[in-house]
C-alpha cells in the first residue's frame, strides 16, 4: 500500500506490522501477518499518496465474485494489488456486521461536488456522510467500471483492535475487523505446503483462544487450497466456495496416543509431582543463599519457574493439551500445570527453578521430549 504525502508518521503503525519479527516481504507473509493479529485493518486505500476511499470513514473490502472469476481476475491484473490469497467469510456474516455493497456511480441530474476534496469528502446533499465510503466512481464512456469486483465494504469509525507494538512495549488501538467475529473462517492458499506451514500458526491460537496480538480467534478454520481447486473447477460446473468437496481442502491429523502411551505420561507427569517435596528438600540442603535474620526466608528475588515446550505438533503435547495438563498461550507458550502444587510456597525463584528443573530431566528423558525452564519474577 502507497502511504499518503506528507510528514504524519502515524500512517506507519495504521499499515505496517508492528512486531519486530513481522517485516512483510510476500502475499504469503502478508496473510499469515493477519492470521497472527487476528484481524483484517481498515484503511483509506491509498494510491500514489492519495485515498481512494470516499467519505470519512477507513473501510475493510470484499469481493463476491465466484472463486473461480476471482482467480480469474487476480490472473489478469498487471499489478500486485491482487493476488490469489485470501480470507473467505460467509456473505450473512459479513452483512450482520455492517458490510454492504458499494454504490456505483451517481445520477447524472446529481452535480457532483466535494465538501473537502483533500480528504474525498462529498457534499453531505449528494450522499450523507454515513453511506460515503460505500461510493465508486463509475463512468462507462472515460472506461472507469469496476462494477465486475462485485465490491462490499465495512466501515469503521473508532479505534475497536489492539494491536501488540513490541518496539515500544505497549498497546495501540487500530481500526479493524477482528475475525473472533466469525464463526468460521477459510484461509485461501496456492499449495498445501503453504497450508502445512501456517496450519502451526493457527493451531497455536485455536489451542489457546487468542491470537498474538491479544485478539480473540475464530473457532473453526478451513484451508483452501487452490491448486486442488482449480484442477476441480475446471472438471466441474462449480462456481461457489460452498459446493467445493472437501477434497480440495486441507485438513490436519495429528497421530494419536497408544493406550500404552497414555498411561505413560499420567505416569510420568504423577511422577514428577510426587517427587517435588524431594527435590525441594535438596534445594534446602544444597542452596547457598542467605536468610533474612527476622523471618528466616531466602534472600532472593520472588516468582515462579514453569516447565514449557513451544512443540505444538508433538503428539504428546497434544494429548497433554486435550487432557488440560497443559495450558497454551498465545505464540504457542505451553506449560505444564501444577507441577509444584505439593511443595510450600516460598518467596524464591531459585527454589522453583531447581524444582522444575529436576522435573523438566524426567520429563524430557521418558518422554523424550523437548521442555525447558521459563522463569518469571513476581
Given at each position: 500500500m502507497?502511504?499518503?504525502k506528507?510528514e504524519?508518521?502515524n500512517f506507519t503503525?495504521?499499515?505496517?506490522?508492528?512486531?519486530?519479527?513481522?517485516?512483510?516481504?510476500?502475499?504469503?507473509?502478508?496473510?499469515?501477518n493477519?492470521?497472527?493479529?487476528g484481524?483484517l485493518?481498515?484503511?483509506?486505500s491509498?494510491r500514489?499518496?492519495?485515498?481512494?476511499?470516499y467519505?470519512?470513514?477507513?473501510?475493510?473490502?470484499?469481493?463476491?465474485?465466484?472463486?473461480?472469476?476471482?482467480?480469474?481476475?487476480?490472473?489478469?491484473?498487471?499489478?500486485?494489488r491482487?493476488?490469489?490469497?485470501?480470507?473467505?467469510?460467509l456473505?450473512?456474516d459479513?452483512?450482520?456486521?455492517?458490510?454492504?455493497?458499494v454504490?456505483?456511480?451517481?445520477?447524472?441530474?446529481?452535480t457532483?461536488?466535494?465538501?473537502d476534496?483533500?480528504?474525498?469528502?462529498?457534499d453531505?446533499k449528494?450522499?450523507?456522510?454515513?453511506?460515503?465510503?460505500?461510493?465508486?466512481?463509475?463512468?462507462?464512456?472515460?472506461?472507469?467500471?469496476?462494477?465486475?469486483?462485485?465490491?462490499?465494504?465495512?466501515?469503521f469509525?473508532t479505534?475497536?483492535?489492539?494491536?501488540r507494538?513490541?518496539l515500544?512495549?505497549n498497546?495501540?488501538f487500530?481500526?479493524?475487523?477482528?475475525?473472533s467475529?466469525?464463526?468460521?473462517?477459510i484461509?485461501i492458499l496456492?499449495?498445501e505446503?503453504e497450508?502445512?506451514?501456517?496450519?502451526?500458526i493457527?493451531?497455536?491460537?485455536?489451542?489457546?483462544?487468542y491470537c498474538r496480538?491479544?485478539?480473540?480467534?475464530?473457532?473453526?478454520?478451513?484451508?483452501l487450497?487452490?491448486?486442488?481447486?482449480?484442477?476441480?473447477l475446471?472438471?466441474n460446473?462449480?462456481?461457489?466456495?460452498?459446493?467445493?468437496p472437501d477434497?480440495?481442502?486441507?485438513?490436519?491429523?495429528?497421530?494419536t496416543?497408544?493406550?500404552?502411551e497414555k498411561?505413560?505420561?499420567?505416569?510420568?507427569?504423577e511422577?514428577?509431582?510426587?517427587?517435588?517435596?524431594?527435590?525441594?528438600?535438596?534445594?534446602?540442603?544444597?542452596?547457598?543463599?542467605?536468610?533474612h535474620p527476622?523471618?528466616?526466608?531466602?534472600?532472593?528475588?520472588?516468582?515462579w519457574?514453569?516447565?514449557r515446550?513451544?512443540n505444538?505438533?508433538?503428539?504428546?503435547?497434544?494429548?497433554?493439551i486435550?487432557?488440560d495438563?497443559?495450558?497454551?498461550?498465545?505464540?504457542?507458550?505451553?506449560w505444564?500445570?501444577d507441577m509444584?502444587i505439593k511443595?510450600?510456597?516460598?518467596?524464591?525463584?531459585t527454589y522453583?527453578?531447581?524444582?522444575a528443573g529436576?522435573?523438566?530431566?524426567?520429563?524430557?528423558?521418558?518422554l523424550n521430549?523437548?521442555f525447558y525452564?521459563d522463569s518469571?519474577?513476581?
Amino acid at each position: 500500500m502507497d502511504l499518503p504525502k506528507g510528514e504524519n508518521k502515524n500512517f506507519t503503525k495504521a499499515y505496517y506490522p508492528l512486531r519486530v519479527d513481522s517485516e512483510i516481504n510476500s502475499e504469503f507473509e502478508c496473510l499469515t501477518n493477519i492470521i497472527k493479529e487476528g484481524g483484517l485493518r481498515a484503511s483509506f486505500s491509498y494510491r500514489n499518496g492519495k485515498q481512494t476511499i470516499y467519505g470519512k470513514y477507513p473501510v475493510v473490502c470484499f469481493t463476491e465474485m465466484p472463486l473461480i472469476n476471482f482467480l480469474q481476475y487476480a490472473k489478469s491484473r498487471t499489478d500486485t494489488r491482487i493476488t490469489n490469497y485470501g480470507l473467505a467469510f460467509l456473505k450473512n456474516d459479513i452483512f450482520e456486521y455492517g458490510g454492504r455493497p458499494v454504490i456505483s456511480g451517481l445520477s447524472y441530474d446529481n452535480t457532483f461536488n466535494f465538501e473537502d476534496i483533500s480528504n474525498r469528502i462529498l457534499d453531505p446533499k449528494i450522499l450523507g456522510y454515513s453511506e460515503q465510503y460505500r461510493y465508486v466512481k463509475l463512468d462507462l464512456r472515460k472506461r472507469n467500471d469496476w462494477t465486475h469486483e462485485r465490491e462490499w465494504r465495512i466501515k469503521f469509525k473508532t479505534s475497536n483492535f489492539s494491536i501488540r507494538d513490541e518496539l515500544n512495549n505497549n498497546y495501540i488501538f487500530i481500526k479493524a475487523l477482528p475475525i473472533s467475529h466469525f464463526d468460521e473462517i477459510i484461509i485461501i492458499l496456492q499449495s498445501e505446503k503453504e497450508a502445512i506451514e501456517i496450519q502451526p500458526i493457527v493451531q497455536d491460537q485455536l489451542d489457546s483462544g487468542y491470537c498474538r496480538s491479544g485478539q480473540e480467534f475464530c473457532e473453526k478454520v478451513k484451508y483452501l487450497i487452490l491448486d486442488n481447486a482449480i484442477e476441480y473447477l475446471n472438471e466441474n460446473s462449480v462456481t461457489s466456495i460452498e459446493n467445493l468437496p472437501d477434497t480440495v481442502y486441507y485438513e490436519h491429523v495429528y497421530e494419536t496416543l497408544s493406550d500404552q502411551e497414555k498411561k505413560k505420561i499420567y505416569l510420568t507427569i504423577e511422577k514428577c509431582k510426587k517427587l517435588a517435596p524431594k527435590f525441594a528438600n535438596e534445594f534446602h540442603k544444597k542452596t547457598k543463599l542467605s536468610k533474612h535474620p527476622d523471618d528466616n526466608h531466602y534472600i532472593d528475588v520472588g516468582g515462579w519457574a514453569n516447565i514449557r515446550t513451544d512443540n505444538t505438533q508433538n503428539k504428546y503435547v497434544r494429548y497433554l493439551i486435550k487432557k488440560d495438563i497443559a495450558s497454551i498461550f498465545s505464540d504457542g507458550f505451553i506449560w505444564l500445570k501444577d507441577m509444584d502444587i505439593k511443595v510450600p510456597v516460598i518467596q524464591s525463584l531459585t527454589y522453583y527453578d531447581y524444582i522444575a528443573g529436576k522435573q523438566i530431566e524426567i520429563l524430557n528423558q521418558e518422554l523424550n521430549l523437548n521442555f525447558y525452564l521459563d522463569s518469571r519474577i513476581d
